[in-house]
């Protein structure tokens, strides 16, 4: 029998009927995980709502320790809390699994940002080390509603840390996609996540120009489609690397302030800043690179589990890419490496030397016992 069991299901499925078979049919087994756009597995993948994914720890495996905090009324307190007792529990270096639902209020909306909780973990280490990757869970792509499994109940406003013994080391590949289309910019204006302007215009008619495109009187959809506004990191004017971004994806538009609200706080006054276009062709070439990069971790017998946290605007049903880049991830997985997918709302790994929250972005992680840590692809 299984001693740990992480699942993920479409959010056509009830979480709470889901939860009442699977201790029907395997007992009284600890479950953590929770709603998923869509999921993968070496046999199948999709995201039609009706997914279930089922991830069995037994005898032989690793067994993390959880650890749960309430994202309400505060992300930040939470995301301290969960790292106070992340820290009571993790051993130095320890990897870390956060899982959190993303939505926070359907109507309207207004999702947990990565970023505080994540802001708020840090805070709670209080300069304890781990290895901290995850992912924000999500019912459908359109951003409806979220959900995690802990304790044996469907939870929302919940972040939930596994704690893997100290044996276990991660290995991580960020895949990106997206390529300036625009000089640097000033970030002129902004109160939380909501950009009003870049370069003392307003951020709106600055993003429409640069593309080329109108957007009328609309909420601005179109933009989380198109673009996202990046952060390069290190030297702003040295060679172009995909991996020197953060990239922020577009939430809404408003175009009586003619601002725009992006899905995570975190870019400050005074940032620079460039409109990065999604590119589909990079974003498989992307794949193709960072696979081939984690060959060898995927290859050592001591792989116990390969996790591909994928958010859900790369699927080609909302990115229009003419392959699902899915497909280039399990065409570069070697024989026998244990693994599974789902599609999420934001994505952690770590990125210049900590872990922060990503968009549009695929994490692919490598868990391994036994083995000498690796540094992050």
């Given at each position: 029998?299984p001693?740990?069991?992480?699942?993920?299901?479409?959010?056509?499925?009830?979480?709470?009927?889901?939860?009442?078979?699977?201790?029907e049919?395997?007992?009284p087994?600890?479950?953590?995980?929770?709603?998923?756009?869509?999921a993968?597995?070496?046999?199948?993948?999709?995201?039609?709502?009706?997914?279930?994914?089922?991830?069995?720890?037994?005898?032989?495996?690793?067994?993390?320790?959880?650890?749960?905090?309430?994202l309400?009324?505060d992300?930040?307190?939470?995301?301290r809390?969960?790292?106070?007792?992340?820290?009571?529990?993790?051993?130095?270096?320890?990897?870390?699994?956060?899982?959190?639902?993303?939505?926070?209020?359907?109507?309207?909306?207004?999702?947990?940002?990565?970023?505080?909780?994540?802001?708020?973990?840090?805070?709670?280490?209080?300069?304890?080390?781990?290895?901290?990757?995850?992912?924000?869970?999500?019912?459908?792509?359109?951003?409806?509603?979220?959900?995690?499994?802990h304790d044996?109940?469907?939870?929302?406003?919940?972040?939930?840390?596994?704690?893997?013994?100290?044996?276990v080391?991660?290995?991580?590949?960020?895949?990106?996609?997206?390529?300036?289309?625009?000089?640097?910019?000033?970030i002129?204006?902004?109160?939380?996540?909501?950009?009003?302007?870049?370069?003392?215009?307003?951020?709106?008619g600055?993003?429409?120009r640069?593309?080329?495109?109108?957007?009328?009187?609309?909420?601005?959809?179109?933009?989380?489609?198109?673009?996202?506004?990046?952060?390069?990191?290190?030297?702003?004017?040295?060679?172009?690397?995909?991996?020197?971004?953060?990239?922020?994806?577009?939430?809404?538009?408003n175009?009586?302030t003619?601002?725009?609200?992006?899905?995570?706080p975190?870019?400050?006054?005074?940032?620079?800043?460039?409109?990065?276009?999604?590119?589909?062709?990079l974003?498989?070439?992307?794949?193709?690179?960072?696979?081939?990069?984690?060959?060898?971790?995927?290859?050592?017998?001591?792989?116990?589990?390969?996790?591909y946290i994928?958010?859900?605007g790369?699927?080609?049903?909302?990115?229009?890419?003419?392959?699902?880049?899915?497909?280039?991830?399990l065409?570069?997985?070697?024989?026998?490496?244990?693994?599974?997918?789902?599609?999420?709302?934001?994505?952690?790994?770590?990125?210049?030397?900590?872990?922060?929250?990503?968009?549009?972005?695929g994490?692919?992680?490598?868990?391994?016992?036994?083995?000498?840590?690796?540094?992050?692809?």
């Amino acid at each position: 029998m299984p001693r740990l069991l992480i699942v993920f299901c479409g959010g056509k499925l009830d979480g709470e009927t889901v939860l009442r078979v699977l201790h029907e049919r395997l007992g009284p087994v600890p479950v953590v995980g929770g709603a998923a756009a869509g999921a993968v597995s070496r046999a199948a993948f999709g995201y039609s709502g009706l997914e279930l994914l089922v991830l069995a720890f037994g005898e032989d495996d690793p067994l993390p320790q959880i650890v749960s905090a309430e994202l309400l009324p505060d992300e930040v307190a939470g995301g301290r809390l969960l790292g106070e007792r992340v820290r009571a529990t993790a051993a130095p270096d320890a990897t870390v699994l956060m899982l959190f639902d993303s939505v926070a209020s359907r109507s309207p909306l207004r999702l947990h940002p990565g970023s505080l909780i994540v802001e708020g973990f840090g805070q709670g280490l209080d300069g304890h080390p781990v290895r901290l990757v995850g992912g924000g869970t999500l019912t459908d792509m359109n951003l409806s509603d979220g959900w995690v499994f802990h304790d044996g109940q469907v939870h929302r406003h919940l972040a939930v840390a596994l704690v893997f013994p100290p044996e276990v080391t991660v290995e991580t590949a960020i895949l990106h996609g997206c390529r300036p289309v625009s000089t640097f910019m000033e970030i002129t204006r902004v109160e939380g996540a909501e950009v009003y302007e870049l370069d003392g215009q307003p951020a709106l008619g600055v993003i429409e120009r640069m593309l080329g495109l109108s957007l009328g009187a609309t909420r601005g959809q179109e933009l989380s489609l198109l673009a996202t506004l990046g952060q390069k990191q290190g030297d702003p004017f040295g060679d172009y690397d995909e991996n020197d971004y953060v990239n922020r994806l577009i939430l809404s538009a408003n175009p009586e302030t003619g601002s725009v609200t992006l899905f995570e706080p975190d870019f400050r006054q005074g940032a620079l800043v460039q409109i990065m276009a999604r590119d589909n062709m990079l974003m498989l070439d992307s794949v193709r690179a960072g696979m081939a990069g984690l060959h060898s971790a995927l290859s050592d017998p001591s792989c116990f589990l390969a996790l591909y946290i994928d958010c859900a605007g790369r699927a080609s049903a909302r990115s229009g890419a003419p392959v699902e880049e899915v497909e280039m991830v399990l065409r570069g997985l070697p024989p026998g490496v244990p693994f599974a997918g789902f599609y999420s709302g934001v994505e952690i790994a770590p990125f210049e030397g900590y872990s922060r929250p990503l968009d549009w972005t695929g994490v692919m992680t490598v868990l391994r016992v036994g083995e000498g840590r690796a540094e992050d692809a």
